[in-house]
């Protein structure tokens, strides 16, 4: 698969996802063997503005190739300059979010709103890629709602306008995450799509990711959900390993996840009270994760927290249940 000038080592990529796909988990999925890493979103006017926490989210490694950010914003004009902003921080390769579902976001003109105004995400990404002389790719949903699904469509007035490749999270904008995504509406778009299309939605497993890559015929798939507290599952893809995780590997990689999470963040509190999610991903399937979950959520100490987890790991067993992930109701994404 290319993004313009960049060929991806395989089809298997990280979907962005604030708070998840931040420099430390992007490394770790890297490592493992993800193909391509695009961070979360950043803000368009944040970026702008020289705001620290948007120049914070475009931290990465210098091995981090093609280094893949995502942007979100509704006007043309600063979305060419927040993409200028962005390549001067190292970005390589740049998406246009048009897929969150977020009203703060939507009624400003971004987002998922942009599948309801095509012509504007057009501008928009002649505007970002003129501005930064970078390849653009765009991120869209299935479209708006049932009755105005437009992915197909939307591939091709993107490709149009110089959009290199687009991923479609195939559930509408009214479904936000709820119900099932639906791989055909992908199946459709690269059907008629000049540019490569990568798919996304409800991929829990390596298999998924196989099985729908070969059923829609698209070019790539991204994980999202299925790669929380999960990073093995881009070995698997890469052919490095068959089997999940055993406890002590578990135990091990949410500590070099937490370290780096912490050096990252640079204050230790906010750093373990923003790991809290992880903390429940890693512990996802095993036997005690409810009371290892209530008691981690009490402690504000990276101490204490690597003794909890210490403990924790290293005597668990599997659970017999599934437990269906859950997602924090107060995140903006896409
Ligand atoms: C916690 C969370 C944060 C997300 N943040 C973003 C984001 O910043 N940008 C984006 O385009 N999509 C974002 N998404 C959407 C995912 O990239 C993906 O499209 C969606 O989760 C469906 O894929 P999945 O079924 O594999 O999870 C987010 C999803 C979750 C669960």
Redesign the pocket.
């Given at each position: 698969m290319q993004l313009g000038p960049h060929s991806l080592a395989n089809p298997w990529i990280l979907?962005?996802?604030?708070?998840?796909?931040e420099a430390p988990y992007r490394r770790i999925a890297r490592a493992l063997g993800a193909g391509a890493t695009?961070?979360?979103?950043v803000s368009a006017r944040g970026l702008i503005r020289g705001q620290a926490r948007s120049r914070h989210y475009l931290e990465h490694d210098a091995g981090e190739r093609p280094f893949w950010v995502?942007i979100?914003g509704g006007e043309p004009e600063i979305m060419g300059d927040a993409a200028a902003c962005a390549r001067d921080l190292g970005a390589e390769v740049l998406?246009l979010?048009m897929?969150?579902p977020v009203k703060k976001v939507v009624k400003t003109g971004a987002g998922a709103t942009l599948m309801r105004d095509l012509s504007r995400a057009a501008k928009i990404v002649e505007a970002m890629a003129t501005k930064s002389g970078l390849p653009v790719t765009a991120?869209i949903r299935s479209g708006w709602d049932a009755d105005s699904v437009n992915a197909a469509e939307a591939c091709r007035v993107l490709a149009a306008a110089g959009c290199v490749a687009v991923?479609i999270?195939a559930?509408t904008r009214a479904q936000g995450?709820s119900g099932r995504?639906d791989w055909g509406v992908i199946a459709d778009a690269v059907e008629v799509s000049p540019i490569p299309v990568i798919g996304?939605?409800?991929?829990?497993t390596a298999e998924d990711a196989r099985a729908r890559l070969a059923e829609s015929g698209c070019a790539a798939v991204?994980?999202?959900?299925?790669?929380?507290g999960n990073p093995w599952i881009f070995a698997q893809l890469a052919g490095r390993r068959a089997d999940g995780p055993t406890n002590q590997e578990r135990l091990e990689m949410l500590r070099r996840h937490l370290l780096a999470h912490v050096e990252f963040t640079g204050r230790e509190l906010v750093a373990i009270r923003r790991f809290r999610?992880h903390l429940i991903w890693y512990s996802r399937g095993l036997a005690g994760a409810a009371e290892f979950r209530r008691q981690a959520m009490r402690l504000d100490g990276l101490a204490q927290v690597l003794a909890l987890c210490d403990t924790f790991f290293g005597g668990a067993e599997d659970a017999a249940a599934d437990e269906e992930?859950e997602?924090?109701a107060d995140?903006?994404?896409?």
């Open positions: 979907a962005p996802m604030a708070g998840v796909s695009p961070t979360e979103l995502q979100f998406d979010n897929g969150c991120k991923s999270h559930r995450y995504a996304n939605g409800d991929i829990k991204m994980i999202g959900r299925g790669a929380m999610p992930i997602i924090e995140v903006a994404f896409g």
